[in-house]
Structure formats: structure tokens, C-alpha cells
């Protein structure tokens, strides 16, 4: 529908310890973001979660790993494992209208300012998610990703950056 999937996304419990593993396997490098907030809608209820994230890359595909922070409503609420495929887009409404007419539901529409959201879902097959992400400078950081972890010689594994801003 969108071409080649771009990001594999996982819901673990500790965002440290499955990076620590991964790297263990030699996946990395892996940049993770501290406290990335999300507005929206989840299942048509007003929600705002919060969750940290680490992107990491195995070949083209991005490996997403998301540990949600705040209990709210969303799609990674007591979620774990496997979670979504996803995809970069251009304009996410044309694509969840393109979504939408191949029979997907979205249940979570979201974003910040970096950042636009959609998780879709099929009827038949409730909780395995379809995401769309749109934003600008998007595939230019996926790209920048890809060759970091073609070239990555094991050395600074893990960059950090919080998302939360100064602290009060």
C-alpha cells in the first residue's frame, strides 16, 4: 500500500534493558528519545501518553522500541512484543484516507510538533497496528539512521536525547 515497510515497532517493559540486549546482538547504534509526549485520540477519547523511544536499524527497516511512561489511553497501554509495522508519508490524511478505503480502522490519531501519528487496525485482526508517520525531516533522519548502522563499528552505542525539556 505504502511501499517498503520502514519501521518495525516493539512495546517492551524496560526501554534500557532492550536496548542493552539488542546491542548485545550487535544492533545498534540506537538513539533514544526521553519522554516524547503524544496529543490525541485514542479509540475516539481524548488522550495525551508520554513514552520513551529508541530507534535503531537493521538494514533499511527502523526498529522502534517504546516503553509507555504514562498509563493513559493509547495503543501501547499494556501492550508488549511485537507491534506495528509502519510507514513514512507525505500528507498522513491522504494516506489514512487511502488506509481507510482498503478497509483499515484508525483507532490513534496523535502528534507533537515534530510529529503526526496514525495506528490503524483491521476488523478481523484487532491489536496488530498499521502505522503512518508524517514529519517533516522524517526521511532524511531514517535515511541518516541507516547509513550510521551500515558503518557502526560498535563504538558510542547510544545517544540520548530528553525530550522532556528543562527541568522545573
Known amino acids: 500500500m505504502f511501499g517498503p515497510i520502514d519501521q518495525i515497532g516493539h512495546v517492551v517493559e524496560d ?3 532492550a536496548v542493552a540486549a539488542r546491542l548485545a546482538l550487535g544492533i545498534g547504534p ?14 475516539g477519547e481524548e ?14 527497516v527502523q526498529v522502534e522500541l517504546i516503553q509507555e511512561m504514562t498509563g493513559t489511553p493509547s495503543p501501547y497501554a499494556g501492550a508488549r512484543g ?3 509495522l ?9 494516506a489514512v484516507a487511502q ?39 522524517m526521511r532524511a533522519m531514517v535515511d541518516a539512521g ?16 530528553d525530550m522532556r525539556g528543562p527541568a522545573a
Do not use: C, K, M
Not at 121 to 129: L, N, V
Not at 148 to 161: L, N, V
Open 15 to 17: 526501554l534500557d534493558a
Open 30 to 43: 540506537w538513539t533514544v528519545f526521553r519522554g516524547t509526549t503524544l496529543h490525541g485520540r485514542h479509540r
Open 99 to 137: 488506509a481507510s478505503a482498503r478497509g483499515l480502522v484508525p483507532v490513534f490519531e496523535a502528534g507533537n510538533a515534530a510529529v503526526r501519528v496514525a495506528y490503524l487496525e483491521h476488523p478481523a485482526d484487532p491489536g496488530s497496528y498499521y502505522e503512518l508517520i508524517e514529519g517533516e525531516g
Open 146 to 161: 541507516i547509513v550510521a548502522a551500515a558503518t557502526w563499528d560498535g563504538s558510542d552505542p547510544i545517544h540520548e536525547i
Open 86 to 94: 509502519a510507514w513514512l508519508v507525505d500528507d498522513l490524511d491522504a
Open 47 to 60: 488522550t495525551i501518553v508520554t513514552i520513551d523511544v529508541a530507534l535503531g536499524y537493521q538494514g533499511s
Open 82 to 84: 511485537p507491534h506495528h
